[in-house]
Each structure stands twice: as structure tokens, then as C-alpha cells.
């Protein structure tokens, strides 16, 4: 991007830490394009999301690119780290560990229904404890645990040579290069690359670049491009090739999956 980005420690106030008496609390922050939430963890559970804009999360050797009306599940202890790739609505919903809605230790992106976002919007306003907060927190981790996951996750890997070509490719989707042109930037050999593309993130090259363009997609139909220019910034032959890639992955066009009413 050309400069630092603003940082922050993502830290929220003693006052707005969930408790077993309000075991849900709700920290709205309006962000601009490129500010980083610095690497972070804390003993409740939380989920990131933007009413508008388009935020990036890295946490458990994954990328997630979130678009609008959607959030990420982070659970209690995980370290993440969020960046806005453009000026966004952040809404931070803290979930203390007795009431969790979401077993496991993995970061998941949900489907926000019409309903969840309501009860964010009237509990951003709302803050203060009472028997109209407790019926409404109920309702909340009831949307959040029949929510519909997503797979708009990117793996990333922990050896460096692996780590340089993916975070390659993450910085340039469109690109056609081969692992053959690759093994000579990163200094192994054709072979040992597929190897550690199988052995670390459990899938092929090829599978994990289709999966890195099809999460790189949100922020650019998010931000209004048209559907033509978003197949050529992810390499596709067609407006029509990655439109029917994006609906075999999501089971909605594009169009679709971004509408937001």
C-alpha cells in the first residue's frame, strides 16, 4: 500500500469486558481504510463485524478477507490481528466463555441475518444492563449459533519459502505463474513445494489458489467493481468462469451473495 498503516492495540476499555453478569457486551469502533488492529488475544470469545467496508483477519495460520454483513467467529485465546482494507463500520461483539454459542477453537465467517443485525445495532445503542439486554442477548447468541458458515478462509503456512509464494500471490491474485517459476524465486525445487503445499495446508496448489481468489473476491465486489473486472484482477479466462466457480463454492452468484437488502 505504499505507507504504514494506522495502528492500534485493540484493546477495549475495563468497562466493556464481558462478565457473568453481562456476558455480552458490544464496542463499536468507525475505522478508516488501512488501520491495523495490532496481533491480540483475551480470555472471551468475539465477532468482528463490519456493517460496511471490508476488513482482512489473520489468526491460526489463516487469512480471512470478511466483506459487509458478514462477521468472523474468533474464539477465546485465539491471537488475531485485523486490518481494514477500506473505511468500515467495525462492531466488536465480546462473548464471555460460560455463554459461548460456537464449540471449537476455530475462527469461522457467518452469515449476519437481517435479525443479528438489528439486535447489534439496538445493544450498540442500548449499554446498559437490565432485563431488556438479557432478553436480547439470548436472542443474539441464538442467531449466532444457527448462523450459516462460510468458507472464505485462506490458509496460510508456516515454512517461509511456502509462506513467500503465497503471500505472492495474495499481493497479485491474477498471477499465472507457475510452481515451476516459483521454485526458482523461493530456492526449492518443484517437487518439495507441492510436497509442503500438501503436508501444510492440506490441499494442492492449484486448489489453494482458486481458494485465495475466491476470498480475495470480497473486497473487490464489495467495493463496487464490476463483475468483469473482478474476474480479470483474479486471473479468470470470463466474467462467466469465475461467476460459476463463486456459485459452486457459496451456492449464490456474486450478485447475490452481496446483496444487501
Known amino acids: 500500500m505504499g505507507h504504514a498503516p494506522i495502528t492500534h492495540t485493540g484493546k477495549p476499555p475495563v468497562r466493556l469486558f464481558p462478565t457473568k453478569e453481562r456476558p455480552v457486551r458490544v464496542v463499536a469502533r468507525n475505522l478508516a481504510a488501512d488501520e491495523l488492529l495490532l496481533a491480540h488475544r483475551h480470555p472471551w470469545a468475539q465477532?468482528?463485524?463490519a456493517q460496511d467496508g471490508v476488513i482482512q483477519v489473520l489468526a491460526n495460520q489463516q487469512t480471512w478477507f470478511v466483506p459487509p454483513l458478514r462477521a468472523i467467529w474468533i474464539p477465546a485465546g485465539v491471537e488475531h490481528e485485523v486490518r481494514t482494507l477500506e473505511k468500515a463500520q467495525l462492531r466488536a461483539i465480546y462473548v464471555d466463555e460460560h455463554v459461548v454459542p460456537i464449540a471449537?477453537?476455530?475462527c469461522v465467517v457467518l452469515e449476519v441475518s437481517t435479525l443479528m443485525?438489528?439486535?447489534?445495532?439496538?445493544?450498540?445503542?442500548?449499554?446498559?444492563?437490565?432485563?431488556?439486554?438479557?432478553?436480547?442477548?439470548?436472542?443474539?447468541?441464538?442467531?449466532?449459533?444457527?448462523?450459516?458458515?462460510?468458507?472464505?478462509?485462506?490458509?496460510?503456512?508456516?515454512?517461509?519459502?511456502?509462506?513467500?509464494?503465497?503471500?505472492s500471490l495474495l499481493a497479485d491474485p491474477a498471477s499465472h505463474l507457475?510452481?515451476?517459476?516459483?521454485?526458482?524465486?523461493?530456492g526449492a525445487?518443484?517437487?518439495?513445494?507441492?510436497?509442503?503445499?500438501?503436508?501444510?495446508?492440506?490441499?494442492?496448489?492449484?486448489?489453494?489458489?482458486q481458494q485465495m481468489?475466491?476470498?480475495?473476491?470480497?473486497?473487490?465486489?464489495?467495493?463496487?467493481?464490476?463483475?468483469?473486472?473482478?474476474?480479470?484482477?483474479l486471473g479468470y479466462a470470463s466474467q462467466s468462469a469465475f461467476s460459476a466457480m463463486f456459485k459452486k463454492t457459496f451456492g449464490k452468484s456474486p450478485s447475490e451473495f452481496f446483496r444487501t437488502s
Open 117 to 167: 443485525r438489528e439486535l447489534v445495532r439496538t445493544l450498540t445503542a442500548l449499554d446498559q444492563p437490565g432485563s431488556r439486554e438479557e432478553h436480547l442477548v439470548a436472542t443474539l447468541l441464538d442467531e449466532l449459533a444457527l448462523a450459516e458458515s462460510l468458507p472464505m478462509s485462506v490458509a496460510m503456512p508456516g515454512d517461509k519459502r511456502l509462506r513467500a509464494l503465497c503471500e
Open 47 to 49: 465477532v468482528t463485524y
Open 213 to 233: 481468489r475466491l476470498a480475495r473476491a470480497a473486497p473487490l465486489i464489495a467495493s463496487g467493481l464490476p463483475l468483469s473486472a473482478v474476474a480479470a484482477e
Open 189 to 209: 525445487s518443484e517437487r518439495t513445494l507441492a510436497r509442503l503445499f500438501e503436508r501444510e495446508l492440506g490441499m494442492s496448489f492449484g486448489m489453494w489458489r
Open 104 to 106: 471449537g477453537d476455530q
Open 178 to 186: 507457475t510452481l515451476h517459476d516459483f521454485s526458482r524465486q523461493v
